[in-house]
């Protein structure tokens, strides 16, 4: 991990490429092509603005993957969706959930770098 935080001669922050290849994969999943509408992978990016079954579904792959049961992906695919659309949007979910955990890492630790400065 200490190699992704230093300086590399002539490229600025380490962390840069883990910024563009984070950026890159959220404008893919978003974007990009797939079965799953645009809207629906952003909703679930989001987690905001889906309907049950799938908003429990993606409720629960953001804040307690662990519960998902084949229960829920059932009631997903009785919704009308295809297994890959349901790929798909949980895919987003767990991004879109990890993308805000990495925010909220990193205004830790800009907090923190700035009190050290003090």
């Known amino acids: 991990m200490r190699s992704l935080l230093v300086r590399r001669k002539g490229k600025g922050p380490g ?3 883990i910024t563009r ?5 959220v404008a893919r999943i978003l974007e990009g092509d797939g079965r799953a509408e645009h809207a629906q992978r952003r909703a679930a990016f989001g ?3 889906l309907t049950p079954p799938l908003s429990t579904l993606i409720d629960k792959v953001a804040k307690r993957a662990y519960t998902v049961t084949d229960e829920d992906i059932v ?3 009785a919704s009308g969706l295809t297994e890959d659309q349901i790929f798909e949007i949980v895919v ?17 630790l800009k907090a923190v770098t700035e ?3 003090e």
């Open 115 to 117: 009190q050290d400065k």
């Open 47 to 49: 987690n905001a603005g």
């Open 75 to 77: 009631a997903a695919r």
């Open 21 to 25: 290849a984070r950026t890159a994969v």
């Open 15 to 17: 962390m840069s490429d």
């Open 92 to 108: 987003c979910a767990a991004i879109g959930q990890a993308s805000r955990q990495y925010h909220t890492a990193l205004t830790a």
